[in-house]
């Protein structure tokens, strides 16, 4: 008896998360809450990033018999459509196309494979959440921007962005990706040495600094900037006790992500140059970490920087990308991809600041 009242009565964490959700999200979601709920809580759906540095034709077609489709270029045909037809303003422009990934259609459950190593030993794809790539698709890269990648561990993204094809060889550092967390940075390391060839990773400067010191380290140097800040990764939360945020002991840490948040786009604003871009995102439904971050931010910058910082209108990502993803419809500044058990993606915030 005594063993157990040591050991506590402990409730699992992913009960706390669970709960904490169920006051909160009901709240704003209202009446959409319980299908995210139950998204939330059934296996997630993923998509393949292919690696366009390893020779495609044979994953393509493998893919394609499977009934997999690439969900970039569908949707960048379907707006072409709409174009061509008037219906639609031209935003394909604005978003770029190399990047390829495969979904299976909705309501389709069907798991990919673990990627196999071409001859030369890179792996020919990376499994993700495929609403992880429209914070990038975003971002819209160009051949000689200077990106940096805040938070880049362990890499989904920063392998995005490079798949992209904006950035070249040469001894140009382009992309620099940085991490706190010099586990994750290694994590990230060897997601560059299985899917980049030696002289595209030349581009990319990996650091550990933490990224909140970013903005007087290197301050208004970059074209482009993603923050993809840690969160209350309300999926993991959810399913996994392991290193989860709504541990009891962790309380005072989960209260002051929203700060956290804050330092981190604050810094990626500071490091973009004027005119340059910065795409925040998370993978929590948290206004409190998504929206009030972007307008305190952006307030901020105004009052003690002199920065007037743009929030873009991303609704057409809505448009364009409806048939694989679903949107909240609600969401006042940025965009926001909702769990559902026929499109189980997300969720996935992001929003779009330019320098003015
Ligand atoms: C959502 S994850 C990034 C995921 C990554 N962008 C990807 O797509 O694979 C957030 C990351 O922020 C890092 N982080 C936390 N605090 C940080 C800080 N102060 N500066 C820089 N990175 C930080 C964490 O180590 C974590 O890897």
Redo the contacts with the bound molecule.
């Keep these: 008896h005594r063993a157990w009242a040591a050991t506590a009565p402990r409730i699992p964490s992913t009960r706390l998360a669970l709960h904490h959700f169920d006051t909160n999200y009901s709240l704003q979601l209202k009446e959409l809450w319980p299908s995210v709920r139950a998204g939330l809580l059934c296996e997630q759906k993923y998509g393949a990033l292919l690696n366009n540095f390893s020779p495609l034709d044979y994953v393509t077609q493998e893919l394609e018999l499977l009934n997999a489709t690439d969900f970039v270029s569908e949707a960048l045909t379907q707006a072409e459509t709409m174009i061509q037809a008037e219906t639609s303003p031209p935003h394909r422009a604005s978003i770029s196309s190399n990047i390829k990934c495969y979904t299976f259609p909705r309501g389709d459950i069907t798991r990919f494979r673990p990627a196999r190593p071409d001859i030369l030993g890179l792996l020919n794809y990376y499994l993700?959440d495929a609403a992880?790539l429209l914070p990038v698709l975003a971002l819209n890269v160009r051949p000689g921007d200077f990106v940096l990648?805040?938070?880049?561990?362990?890499?989904?993204?920063?392998l995005?962005l490079l798949q992209t094809g904006a950035f070249i060889s040469g001894c140009k550092r382009y992309l620099a990706a940085?991490?706190?967390?010099i586990s994750?940075t290694k994590r990230?390391h060897q997601i560059l040495r299985n899917y980049v060839p030696t002289e595209i990773r030349e581009a990319v400067s990996v650091t550990s600094?933490?990224?909140?010191d970013w903005g007087q380290l290197g301050g208004g140097t970059f074209h482009k900037v993603?923050v993809?800040?840690?969160?209350t990764?309300d999926r993991h939360s959810v399913m996994e006790e392991d290193n989860n945020i709504f541990h009891k002991r962790r309380t005072k840490e989960r209260q002051m992500l929203p700060m956290?948040q804050l330092?981190?786009l604050m810094a990626g604003i500071l490091a973009t140059k004027p005119g340059g871009e910065v795409v925040y995102s998370?993978?929590s439904l948290s206004p409190l970490q998504n929206e009030h971050v972007i307008e305190r931010a952006v307030e901020i910058a105004e009052t003690q920087f002199n920065i007037s910082m743009h929030v873009e209108d991303l609704s057409h990502f809505r448009t364009v990308f409806q048939d694989t993803f679903s949107f909240f419809s609600d969401c006042r500044l940025g965009e926001l991809v909702l769990p559902h058990l026929t499109a189980n993606f997300g969720p996935m915030y992001f929003c779009k600041l330019r320098r003015v």
Aim: hydrophobic share 30%; proline share 6%; charged share 20%.
């Design positions: 993700m992880s990648d805040l938070c880049a561990a362990p890499g989904g993204k920063t995005a940085n991490d706190i967390s994750r990230l600094c933490d990224g909140r993603l993809d800040v840690p969160c990764t956290l330092q981190l998370t993978c």
